[in-house]
């Protein structure tokens, strides 16, 4: 291309980005109806989500490079049409096998929208306003698994558990048409096609350059950390301080609002102060937050508020890192967008699998809480030597 395209609507591209965070939690609420349906046992019910989330964040290492290759508009709008219609399938199943099989494949191509979302907006963007819109959009999809366990629960209740498929076929259907008729081609490189060689060369080239691998690490000690307290906190809350399920899951909600708010706040300064400066601060707010949740445990201030109002602060402060710290892969190497989204993308949800495990083990057969707050200090740090080893 020789000109930059124009941009789809903010909106629009929350909307794609959203879809597999949506689309993962959105099912979660009529697991034990698909249980009792399937005459199955729950572990394997649970497959239904597990194996869509291992498809998801696997399919986003070739996303990008696809996208690279063959063009943005066109990659998203085929993968928009074939998560409607394994939406559809799902539906249809009529065993927990096929439904199974038919989530992976959704997974698959659920990956599309979350890459893509990220390398148009670098397409069409160029310095603060790449991290101001990145920011904006995180701020959009941290609402979708918030809120996608409520709207699940509320079509599965009125209109049973296949309504959540063809809710989601719904919207695969809208934006893959909203897709062909109004959104242009955003990569600015010519059409080269799909080769293997090709896309380890440019992930050699990506994982070689300094301000990638910085700025991936900040996002990924980030997503770990998290993760991390996603795994353990359930057990701190309910076992060590007698919380219901409901109360949990209100009080949670808490971390999602931060997460969301350290995003707006991070689009707002954006120009204002420097990249390095904000994924700075935001870095020394996490582990001084970190350390101060684990004194408040250590000396006897065990409550709700104590761990969900001090974590909703280090979501802010991760809030606050993470559009800057995406801007920053994003601008390694302009040409390599898409495959450096793919990448970022793949590469946060093996972090977030792997500490998943780590904080699990963790706090598993404890009595306190802080070895999970140990943990997530020690990562924290990782994070913030990071920080501190970017140049501008």
Same mark, same amino acid.
């Given at each position: 291309?020789? !000109? ?17 965070? *949506? ?9 034990? $109806?698909?249980?009792? +349906?399937? !005459? ?53 199943? &009529?065993?927990?096998?096929? =439904? ?61 558990? $296949? ?21 242009? +081609? #955003? ?8 080769? *293997? ?7 050699? /080239? ?24 996603? #795994? ?6 309910? +076992? ?12 949670? %909600? ?15 300064? /954006?120009?204002? =102060? ?41 979501? *802010? %402060? %991760? ?9 920053? &892969?994003? $601008?390694?190497?302009?040409? $390599? ?9 793949? &590469? ?21 809480? =802080? ?8 990562? %924290? ?9 970017? +140049?501008?």
């Amino acid at each position: 291309m020789s !000109a930059v395209a124009k941009s789809p609507p903010l909106v629009f591209l929350i909307v794609v980005s959203l879809v597999g965070p *949506f689309a993962t939690h959105l099912i979660v609420p009529a697991l034990p $109806k698909l249980q009792r +349906e399937f !005459a199955t046992d729950y572990g394997t019910v649970q497959l239904v989500v597990t194996l869509f989330m291992i498809a998801f964040g696997t399919a986003q290492i070739l996303v990008g490079a696809l996208a690279d290759a063959y063009g943005r508009r066109r990659v998203l709008i085929g993968g928009l049409a074939m998560f409607c219609v394994a939406s559809v399938l799902c539906a249809l199943a &009529t065993s927990v096998e096929m =439904l199974i099989a038919m989530r992976v494949l959704q997974g698959l191509f659920a990956s599309v929208g979350i890459v893509l979302g990220r390398a148009i907006v670098r397409d069409v963007t160029d310095g603060d306003q790449t991290a101001r819109m990145l920011g904006y959009m995180a701020m959009g999809v941290s609402v979708g698994p918030m809120l996608a366990p409520a709207v699940g629960g509320l079509l599965y209740e009125n209109l049973g558990w $296949k309504a959540d498929f063809w809710f989601l076929a719904a919207i695969a259907a809208a934006a893959a048409a909203f897709a062909w008729f109004s959104v242009a +081609e #955003t990569h600015r490189g010519p059409a080269t096609g799909f080769r *293997f060689s090709v896309l380890i060369a440019d992930f050699r /080239t990506l994982l070689s350059n300094r301000r990638f691998i910085l700025c991936g690490a900040a996002i990924c000690f980030n997503t770990a950390m998290f993760y991390c307290f996603v #795994t353990g906190a359930p057990f701190v809350a309910v +076992e060590l301080l007698g919380m219901t399920p409901t109360s949990y899951g209100l009080w949670f %909600s808490v971390v999602a609002f931060g997460y969301g708010l350290g995003n707006l706040m991070a689009s707002r300064v /954006t120009g204002v =102060l420097r990249a390095r400066t904000i994924i700075m601060l935001g870095s020394v707010f996490v582990s001084t937050l970190v350390v101060v949740e684990g004194l408040l445990f250590w000396l006897g201030v065990q409550s709700p508020a104590a761990m969900f109002v001090v974590m909703g602060g280090i979501t *802010f %402060s %991760s809030g606050l890192i993470m559009p800057q710290a995406l801007a920053g &892969t994003m $601008k390694a190497d302009p040409s $390599k967008a898409g495959s450096a989204s793919g990448l970022i993308g793949f &590469t946060q949800f093996a972090f977030a699998a792997a500490f998943s495990y780590v904080g699990g083990m963790a706090i598993e057969g404890s009595a306190s809480a =802080l070895p999970l707050f140990a943990i997530m200090f020690v990562i %924290s740090l990782a994070g913030a030597l990071a920080a501190v080893l970017m +140049e501008e």
